[in-house]
């Protein structure tokens, strides 16, 4: 079963491990004594389908739920046998491993996933994905190193950042005026639907260049209720193929095909969108030169890479900040001291409640990154990805040949008391460097805490969900007292973990 072990990896990945913790990594040196892949725990299928049906453990209780219960039954590792298409899959729970898997991944980590979507960008449409770069999100390899290369420039830059500093700012004012009006002043709330606009609505004015108008239903784009109602049902569409048994690889059926179609609008509506700036840069004179932003830059050098990375964008950042921007808010309305805490800072910085947002003067923030951060570990948008490893590898003591699919998913470290002291607590002061140096227990490991990922492959949109959040609370904050008055907020973990149920933050004006 195992090919021949790469020892030089090994060794590296030895000398990689100087994390502040001391710890034992040296497993890997000992590959011989490592056991054989095939004596790793398997799932029984029969057994995990029976746990999937009305009445077993697994029934609608999500993937963090599954994960949590596998650990639990087998220890740090298991193996997910093969089913309809879908390879055998290790799912792994170690921190050890995650960080094993991580250091190794050289610079092309391979993520299985999203087989779907890759064949409707492929087949269907080629002319968008069909060239020299892939999507950024779904592909792998070369094709994948290329784009994102390209996209790293343009997103992670903070100067391309802080540009949309004043945009967004503009959005949260709207929000917030949308929020009074539609009630009247006497019982101001902020509801999870609220949320998806304003993710929609920044996210279109970052990646798109377009303002769609969500809070203001005279002036709303037509094209912004397709491409609400698109995203909402392509993200819906794509957990049932994605995590639920599936025959789409046999056999077209009725929903298949309407998922092609809801890409297919997707895909035309974002096109629309493009062609639409392109036209103005036409007409945009030297004098009248608008800023530049990401999709002019990145329209500079592709449009298709342009509307590969507005199209990801709409897939990877929405749900995953709408939930973070719910986590946050959630956090803070259910510890009114941190609130207040927070609310001095903002207030120090911001001391006039209509001020415009300035991007430098967001710098001397510590406490609203900590808060954010915090509430990151509590309730993180994604809880895990996979790697197609690349090398052999030992994992949890078991031999791992290259080209298997590992899970890892780290949300199951954030509430450990090893790694996080009173880690059902909400205390943003445990990633503040003067806090840290009083108490030293709360320094966090760089591998027990990572939301938006890790190294090459993480998140290109990190910095821009993180402006956009501390820009929204900054707004929030110091015009308003958010209270939360229902029952613990529930989340449901398919791709991304999204709260649900009766969300809504009640507003009292300061
Ligand atoms: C709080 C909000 C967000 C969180 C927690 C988050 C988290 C993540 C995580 C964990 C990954 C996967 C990393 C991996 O496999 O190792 C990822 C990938 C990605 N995210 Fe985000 N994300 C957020 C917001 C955004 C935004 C706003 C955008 C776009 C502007 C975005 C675009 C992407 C893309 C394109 C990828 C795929 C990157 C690749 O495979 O190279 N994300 N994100």
Request: hydrophobic letters at 40%; aromatic letters at 10%.
């Amino acid at each position: 079963m195992l090919r021949k072990l790469n020892f030089k990896v090994l060794i590296n990945n030895a000398k990689f491990s100087t994390i502040a913790v001391p710890r034992v990594n040296d497993q890997n040196l000992d590959l011989k004594a490592a056991k054989p892949f095939h004596e790793i725990p398997k799932i029984n299928r029969l057994k995990l389908i029976i746990n999937y049906l009305p009445g077993g453990k697994y029934y609608k209780k999500g993937l963090n739920e599954l994960h949590r219960s596998l650990s639990k039954e087998y220890g740090n590792i298991v193996i997910m046998p093969a089913m309809l298409g879908k390879p055998e899959i290790v799912f792994s729970y170690s921190d050890h491993d995650n960080e094993t898997i991580l250091l190794n991944e050289g610079n092309f980590p391979n993520r299985y996933s999203f087989e779907i979507l890759k064949y409707f960008r492929e087949t269907l449409r080629p002319d968008v994905y069909g060239g020299e770069y892939g999507s950024v999100a779904s592909e792998n390899g070369e094709r994948w190193y290329k784009i994102r290369t390209i996209i790293n420039q343009v997103m992670l830059p903070p100067k391309n950042v802080q540009q949309f500093v004043q945009p967004i700012d503009e959005i949260s004012n709207e929000f917030i005026d949308f929020i009074r009006k539609r009630s009247n002043d006497t019982n101001d709330e902020i509801l999870g639907k609220d949320i998806n606009l304003w993710t929609l609505e920044s996210m279109a004015s970052v990646t798109l260049n377009k303002r769609l108008n969500l809070f203001n239903e005279k002036f709303i784009d037509p094209r912004a209720r397709e491409l609400i109602q698109c995203v909402r049902k392509f993200f819906i569409m794509t957990v049932d193929f994605e995590l639920n048994p599936s025959i789409w690889k046999f056999y077209h059926t009725k929903a298949f095909k309407e998922y092609m179609e809801v890409n297919d609008k997707l895909l035309n509506t974002v096109l629309s969108f493009i062609e639409e700036t392109m036209e103005n840069m036409k007409n945009t004179t030297d004098n009248n030169q608008e800023v530049e932003g990401i999709l002019q830059k990145l329209l500079k050098i592709d449009k298709r890479v342009a509307v590969i990375m507005a199209s990801d964008s709409l897939f990877a950042g929405i749900d995953t900040t709408g939930s973070g921007t719910i986590g946050v808010l959630y956090c803070l309305a259910k510890n009114p001291e941190k609130q207040e805490k927070l609310r001095q800072e903002i207030l120090k910085i911001f001391p006039n409640k209509d001020e415009p947002i300035d991007a430098r003067k967001m710098a001397n923030m510590p406490y609203i990154r900590s808060c954010i951060k915090e509430a990151l570990r509590l309730f993180p948008p994604v809880s895990g990805t996979s790697r197609t490893i690349a090398k052999d590898l030992v994992l949890s003591g078991y031999q791992i040949p290259a080209g298997t699919v590992v899970v890892t998913w780290p949300q199951l470290f954030y509430r450990q008391e090893k790694f996080f002291p009173k880690s059902n607590e909400y205390i943003p002061e445990r990633w503040l460097k003067e806090s840290v140096k009083d108490c030293p227990h709360l320094q966090v490991e760089k591998f027990h805490f990572l939301p938006f990922g890790h190294g090459v492959r993480s998140c290109p949109g990190k910095r821009i969900a993180n402006m956009e959040m501390e820009v929204l609370l900054i707004n929030l904050l110091r015009k308003f007292k958010i209270e939360w008055h229902q029952d613990d907020m529930k989340v449901n973990s398919v791709l991304v973990n999204i709260p649900y149920g009766d969300i809504r933050f009640k507003l009292v004006e300061l």
